[in-house]
């Protein structure tokens, strides 16, 4: 289950977000054999292993993202920030994620111009187009009742669609230079990165090289 090469449904594509998508594909399809959803979950504690994994990527790329100037996009800092639904999942699944997420190295991807911020969003908020296919997956694996410790795949009580469309749409807005496009494209391929590099102890894959690409 890859990103589709083209665009599924029918939207126009601003080349900023053209340029994400063709520069992140591979970086995506790594992440995804990687991470290995639904195909590792087994038991509810291989689904704890996975949220608690994706925390200790989310907390800090999300806390550096907050704190990154959107002002010129008009887009909220916290547009679709999802830390607190996997957290509330673990608690679901009685899972305390404090060490794994303690241990995780800094990001070390820089956000530091509004280019390279949206490069970081946009890596965070795709997450849930995959995760809506994912959530109802789980659910049938381990029995469990729709949304039940799968609110942060489904996004439960956001509204992840509006948040696609309005960050596509503040993208789409304005012009990017080239450079740009290049620093948005390295951040999110960096975010990518760090997701995969995170998750690899906490998932027993401690000798994976998810950057490998
Ligand atoms: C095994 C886990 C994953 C699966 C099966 C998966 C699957 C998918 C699918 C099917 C799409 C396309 C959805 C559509 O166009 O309607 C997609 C898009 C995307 N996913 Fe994933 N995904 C996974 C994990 C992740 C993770 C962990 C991240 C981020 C860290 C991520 C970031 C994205 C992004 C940025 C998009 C592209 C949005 C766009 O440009 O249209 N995915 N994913």
Same mark, same amino acid.
């Given at each position: 289950?890859?990103?589709?090469?083209?665009?599924?449904?029918?939207?126009?594509?601003?080349?900023?977000?053209?340029?994400?998508?063709?520069?992140?594909?591979?970086?995506?399809? /790594?992440?995804?054999?990687?991470?290995?959803?639904?195909?590792?979950?087994?038991?509810?504690?291989?689904?704890?292993?996975?949220?608690?994994?994706?925390?200790?990527?989310?907390?800090?790329?999300?806390?550096?993202?907050?704190?990154?100037?959107?002002?010129?996009?008009?887009?909220?800092?916290?547009?679709?920030?999802?830390?607190?639904?996997?957290?509330?999942?673990?608690?679901?699944?009685? @899972?305390?994620?404090?060490?794994?997420?303690?241990?995780?190295?800094?990001?070390?991807?820089?956000?530091?111009?509004?280019?390279?911020?949206?490069?970081?969003?946009?890596?965070?908020? +795709?997450?849930?187009?995959?995760?809506?296919?994912?959530?109802?997956?789980?659910?049938?694996?381990?029995?469990?009742?729709?949304?039940?410790?799968?609110?942060?795949?489904?996004?439960?009580?956001? /509204?992840?669609?509006?948040?696609?469309?309005?960050?596509?749409?503040?993208?789409? @807005?304005?012009?990017?230079?080239?450079?740009?496009?290049?620093?948005?494209?390295?951040?999110?391929?960096?975010?990518?990165?760090? /997701? +995969?590099?995170?998750?690899?102890?906490?998932?027993?894959?401690?000798?994976?090289?998810?950057?490998? @690409?």
């Amino acid at each position: 289950m890859s990103k589709p090469a083209q665009p599924a449904r029918r939207e126009t594509v601003s080349p900023m977000l053209a340029a994400l998508r063709a520069g992140t594909r591979e970086h995506h399809l /790594v992440l995804e054999r990687h991470l290995n959803l639904p195909g590792r979950i087994r038991e509810r504690a291989d689904l704890a292993a996975v949220l608690a994994a994706l925390l200790a990527s989310w907390a800090p790329v999300e806390r550096q993202l907050a704190a990154a100037d959107w002002s010129g996009l008009g887009l909220d800092p916290r547009l679709g920030e999802a830390a607190g639904l996997l957290r509330a999942d673990l608690a679901t699944l009685d @899972a305390d994620p404090a060490d794994a997420v303690a241990s995780a190295d800094p990001p070390g991807v820089r956000f530091d111009s509004p280019a390279r911020a949206l490069g970081g969003r946009y890596v965070l908020l +795709g997450s849930a187009l995959g995760g809506s296919v994912i959530a109802p997956a789980v659910e049938r694996l381990l029995g469990l009742p729709e949304g039940t410790a799968t609110g942060f795949f489904r996004r439960s009580g956001r /509204v992840p669609g509006r948040d696609w469309r309005d960050f596509r749409r503040a993208v789409a @807005a304005r012009d990017w230079s080239t450079e740009e496009l290049r620093e948005a494209t390295e951040a999110a391929r960096d975010t990518f990165t760090f /997701v +995969g590099r995170a998750a690899a102890p906490i998932l027993g894959d401690r000798d994976a090289d998810p950057a490998a @690409a």
